[in-house]
Every structure is written in structure tokens, then in C-alpha cells.
């Protein structure tokens, strides 16, 4: 799918098109923008501490920033797979137990979702005519509400399994998802609550800042209006959940959101790749020295 989305995005302007706009770009505002990003990524593992704490662990911030900038560079791989690694460290180098420290990212990514509907309510708000007739267009609405009815119904048979069950796979799902309800219920009990709503809302605001700050780095992109940054923004952040780090589904994703606003072609592919490219070189730069890293800062710390 990556390669097909690559394809596609390069179809709409040439390699050496779009290598221009990379040589003419404004790299202040795209290291602009990859600061906004970095302060992002700190706070999130800042605001993890903040779940970790009434569980009875008190993990370093060291640990958590690296655990954190490895789940993002695992992500690349499997989709998803970097949440299950990032908790895996912090299981290896902190002892906190893997359904506990999953159940607190579990929470931390319900957080993440409200804060995100919030944004495309607000968007709804500025732009309702363009997105009524984006979704209509690009999906079966029916269709999905039958596969929600149907995600639903096996999940409820599957509840009603488990806790009637005995079975020592049964006893073990059940100790499984108590410890995530424990790790996800931990947004309630924890001291610094505000502290943790204080740090979400940042977070997402550097991201949308991030976005909006890097436009201005592509000749020939601008105006840019609100609703248009907006749109781009969660189709760029839906492209991300769904694929490896957004691999070629990012452009694309941007330039369908851009198109709906009459946008020129070629900078929306361009403005695309130059943001996927600059978080991905973070990324990889931050992920590759925090998996070195790990074990030298573990084995210190420890003597």
C-alpha cells in the first residue's frame, strides 16, 4: 500500500518537481516546526509519569522520553507495535508489569481521543460543508454502522465468555484486563490531574502548530485558512493511525484534504513530503539513539 500510495503521489509532480521544492524550501520554519514536534514528543513522555505514579512506580523521565522516541521508530515496522514495545522497556528497565503500563497507554490514548474529536468538532464548526461531503463521498456509511453493530455484538459474547469461564486461558485473559482497567483507571486517581489535562491540551497544540508553522516553508502554498490547516491536519494524523508512520499515505493524505480548498497541486504534495520527511529524520535520529542509548543510561544509573 505504501509503495502504491508513493507512486501515486509522485504521479501528481516528478521527482525532480518535488526535489526542487525541497532546494527552495524555507528550512527555518521546517526546524521550526520539528522543534514543536520534539516538545510534543517530551511532554507525552512527561504526562506518562503522571499515570505511572498512582500505580506505585516512579519510572525516570530518562526512560520514558527514550521509550517513547523507540515506540514512534518501531511504529515505522508494524503499525502499533512501537505501544507494545514502549511498554516492554519500561517493563524491562522499571519493572512496571506489561498490562499495567499498557492499560496507562490505553488511557493515555483515550485522552488523546477526546482532545482529537474535540479538534474536529472545532473543524466542523469552521468547515462543515466540506467534510459532510468528504466522508460521504469516500465512505459506505451504512456499511459501517452494520460493522459497528457487529464489532459490538462479538465483543459483548466474548465478555460474557470470559467471566463465566474457569479455564486457566480465561483466568488469565481476566487477570489481563484487570491490570489494563487498573493501568487505564489510573487517570482518575492520579494527584496531578490538571498537570496531565495541562500537558494533553500542549501536546496537540504542538502538533497542529507544527503543521500550520511548516506551510510556510513551501513556495507557492500560501494563503493557507484555518479550516484548510485544520482538514489537513487530521487527514495527515488519520493517514499516520493508519499505515507505518504514514509512509507515502501522508502526501496524499494532505493533498486530498488541500484539494477541497482549490490549493495548488504541486506545493500540497510538496508541503506533504517535506513535513513527513523532517518528523521521520527525527524520529529515526531520536529512536535509533534512544534504543543505544537505553542500556548504557539503565546500566549507569543502576551503578
Known amino acids: ?112 481521543l477526546i482532545v482529537m474529536l474535540g479538534i474536529i468538532l472545532l473543524t466542523l464548526c469552521f468547515q462543515f460543508d466540506f467534510i459532510i461531503h ?6 459506505n456509511v451504512t456499511k459501517l454502522i452494520v460493522m459497528g453493530f457487529g464489532v459490538i455484538l462479538i465483543g459483548v459474547a466474548f465478555i460474557l465468555y470470559i467471566r463465566k469461564s474457569q479455564s486457566i486461558i480465561a483466568t488469565k485473559i481476566k487477570s489481563f484486563i484487570y491490570g489494563l482497567l487498573e493501568g487505564g483507571l489510573s487517570i482518575f486517581k492520579m494527584k496531578k490531574k490538571w498537570a496531565f ?16 508553522v511548516t506551510t510556510f516553508a513551501v513556495q507557492g502554498l500560501h494563503p493557507v485558512t484555518l479550516g484548510a490547516v485544520l482538514i489537513g491536519f487530521i487527514s495527515g494524523s488519520f493517514s499516520i493511525a493508519a499505515t507505518n508512520g504514514g509512509i507515502g499515505s501522508y502526501p496524499v493524505a494532505v493533498y486530498a484534504a488541500f484539494s477541497l480548498f482549490n490549493m495548488a497541486e504541486g506545493p500540497s504534495i510538496a508541503f506533504g513530503w517535506i513535513m513527513w520527511t523532517s518528523q521521520t529524520l527525527m524520529i529515526i535520529l531520536c529512536g535509533g539513539l534512544s534504543l543505544l542509548w537505553l542500556p548504557i543510561y539503565n546500566r549507569k544509573t543502576s551503578e
Open 1 to 112: 500500500m505504501g509503495v502504491f500510495l508513493i507512486w501515486y503521489s509522485l504521479s501528481k509532480v516528478s521527482v525532480s518537481e518535488l526535489l526542487e521544492y525541497f532546494k527552495n524550501a524555507n528550512y527555518w520554519w521546517i526546524l521550526l516546526g520539528g522543534i514543536l514536534g520534539l516538545l510534543s514528543h517530551l511532554s507525552r513522555a512527561y504526562r506518562w509519569l503522571f499515570m505511572l505514579e498512582p500505580l506505585g512506580y516512579k519510572v525516570k523521565y530518562g526512560n520514558s522520553v527514550m521509550a517513547v522516541f523507540a515506540a514512534y521508530l518501531i511504529n515505522y515496522t508494524i503499525p502499533r507495535a512501537g505501544e507494545v514495545a514502549r511498554v516492554s522497556i519500561l517493563s524491562s528497565y522499571e519493572h512496571v508489569p506489561f498490562e499495567k503500563g499498557f492499560g496507562t497507554v490505553v488511557a493515555e490514548r483515550i485522552a488523546d
Open 134 to 139: 468528504f466522508f460521504f463521498e469516500k465512505f
Open 197 to 212: 489535562i495541562a500537558h494533553t491540551l500542549f501536546i496537540w497544540l504542538m502538533y497542529v502548530l507544527m503543521f500550520y
